[in-house]
């Protein structure tokens, strides 16, 4: 996304108050979009049984949100460039919040398909332009600020899913949860995109081009970035239903995998700068790999319920911080930032899109216990591809 504000950074500074008023807006949307993902993950075995469909046929639905996440995201500079970052934030995030009460109104297959394209797409759209926001409030603050807000992010997943894990004890029916915490999301995202910056094109500045390939550069940190998004989304859709069909857990149960995974990712992120700034980005990530493989390996290596959750939730620790680094890397990979970080955002969500439909894909095929073998596979990855993270020489590490 090539979004020109270098007018406008001459006037506001770290110290300017409307900078730290953005600061404390932008982690409330990140919250607020996060509270989306964290809602919809608990209550996704409800859907399938509600809906009547395999393992199979809800990948093949889950898969529709990684083909609105492809489609829509290119779209998201021109929007901005269009009604200015926040407005356009404002717009995103209300029908990202919105799009929570479709999956569980479907009606059928084919409804459910295409309630997960538009929640795929608006979450891609919405997820673009929040980092867009967010590594501006980072440049003109002068100091790391992208892991704290990918780990409101979490926070807000947490907060999410703690709602649905009640719900789910409760048995309460999806479509009344969900559609009353797209109510309420959206109102609050509405209050927080008040304080965002409201950055807006130069006059000269042109049309961002409907698709563009993301440069090089962006695409080698964005195979890192895969890795880590591929497992986080295959943990968030599938964690619950692993839990039932494999470890033969309750309902409750189930969903509070997936409120361990958010928990342990939450607090990782909040605590990543500091980890970040003693040990530096690659032997961070190395070592989060390492966490992330052992969680796997014990994921599907025991059918034990509260092994299964504690090796979802090695997952979460080993994962959190990746993504915040792939985003301060892209940064620094060329000459226009918002280009490579709207690549890396392309690549990696779209990843987390994708890892659902996979899942069911491989788990239809074969069992679910195989496709986290693949999922384990991707986080032994990290190890190997950390250091593409490593900052240029002369180039002071803020992440």
């Not at 100091?143 to 719900?167: C, D, E, K, P, Q």
């Not at 950055?199 to 880590?228: D, N, Q, T």
């Not at 709207?342 to 788990?363: C, E, K, R």
Request: hydrophobic share 55%; with cysteine; proline share 5%.
């Amino acid at each position: 996304m090539t979004i020109s504000a270098k007018a406008d950074r001459a006037t506001v500074t770290k110290a300017d108050p409307r900078v730290r008023r953005a600061h404390r807006a932008v982690a409330a949307v990140f919250a607020v979009h996060g509270a989306v993902a964290g809602s919809f993950a608990t209550r996704i075995p409800w859907i399938q049984e509600h809906q009547g469909i395999g393992t199979g046929q809800l990948g093949f639905a889950l898969m529709f949100a990684a083909l609105g996440a492809s489609v829509a995201m290119p779209l998201a500079a021109r929007i901005v460039h269009r009604l200015g970052m926040r407005t356009a934030l404002r717009v995103l995030l209300a029908l990202w919040c919105a799009s929570l009460a479709l999956p569980p109104l479907a009606p059928g297959l084919v409804g459910l398909c295409l309630a997960m394209f538009v929640y795929g797409g608006s979450a891609g759209m919405a997820d673009v332009v929040m980092n867009a926001q967010g590594v501006e409030v980072e440049e003109r603050l002068g100091r790391s600020i992208m892991s704290g807000l990918h780990g409101m992010w979490s926070v807000g997943t947490l907060l999410g899913s703690l709602v649905g894990v009640l719900a789910a004890h409760a048995d309460l029916d999806a479509r009344l949860h969900l559609s009353a915490m797209a109510l309420v999301l959206v109102a609050l995202g509405a209050y927080a995109c008040r304080g965002v910056l409201d950055i807006r094109p130069a006059p000269e500045e042109a049309v961002p081009a409907r698709f563009s390939f993301p440069p090089k550069a962006a695409l080698v940190i964005g195979a890192v970035g895969f890795c880590a998004v591929f497992a986080e989304g295959a943990s968030m859709d599938w964690s619950a239903v692993y839990l039932r069909d494999i470890a033969h857990a309750s309902h409750g149960t189930a969903a509070a995998s997936y409120t361990a995974f958010a928990c342990m990712m939450a607090a990782s992120r909040l605590a990543g700068d500091l980890v970040v700034r003693r040990f530096g980005p690659v032997r961070t990530v190395r070592a989060g790999g390492l966490l992330a493989t052992a969680g796997g390996v014990l994921v599907v290596t025991s059918a034990s319920q509260f092994a299964a959750i504690a090796g979802f939730a090695l997952i979460g620790v080993g994962v959190a911080v990746v993504v915040p680094l792939c985003f301060a890397a892209a940064g620094r990979a060329g000459p226009v930032p918002s280009q490579a970080i709207a690549g890396v955002a392309t690549v990696t969500y779209t990843s987390g899109l994708v890892a659902p439909a996979a899942i069911g894909s491989i788990a239809q095929a074969t069992s679910l216990t195989v496709s986290f073998g693949l999922v384990t596979a991707l986080a032994a990855g990290l190890v190997l591809g950390a250091g593409v993270l490593r900052p240029t020489a002369g180039t002071p590490d803020k992440a």
